[in-house]
């Protein structure tokens, strides 16, 4: 079994930043992150190739987040900056083998790990 280990969520005020980890265990995975707020569906943040060369962001978080791999730590990072209240909610790291260290994914259903989520709430 695959274990996801989520790090870095917790309270910020608005405007503020914060940085979550995601370690994995084992062999190299594509990796990506999600949230999920109270009452709606997951929606799809990042995605990140197993060699982090290649990264696909969804339309809500370009150009405010970003993501990083730490290859030898089998180790990604999503950088938050410029958080909103409406960004409070449970993030989520997901992981999947993929045929490709270039290959990333951007829908839930093609990330086969999940961690255990991490909560990130905003205040005003």
């Known amino acids: 079994q695959v274990q996801l280990v989520e790090s870095g969520g917790g309270l910020v005020q608005a405007g503020g930043s914060l940085r979550l980890s995601c370690a994995t265990s084992g062999r190299t995975y594509a990796m990506g992150w999600f949230r999920q707020a109270p009452g709606k569906e997951r929606e799809f943040l990042v995605g990140?190739?197993?060699?982090?060369?290649?990264?696909a962001y969804g339309d809500s978080v370009k150009g405010r987040f970003s993501i990083s791999r730490e290859t030898t730590k089998n180790t990604v990072v999503l950088q938050m900056n410029g958080l909103k209240p409406e960004h409070t909610a449970l993030y989520y790291c997901?992981?999947?083998?993929?045929?490709?260290?270039?290959?990333?994914?951007?829908?839930?259903?093609?990330?086969?790990?999940w961690g255990q989520g991490t909560q990130v709430t905003v205040s005003t």
């Open positions: 997901a992981a999947s083998p993929s045929l490709s260290p270039t290959i990333y994914y951007t829908e839930e259903k093609e990330y086969q790990y």
């Open positions: 990140i190739s197993g060699s982090g060369g290649r990264t």
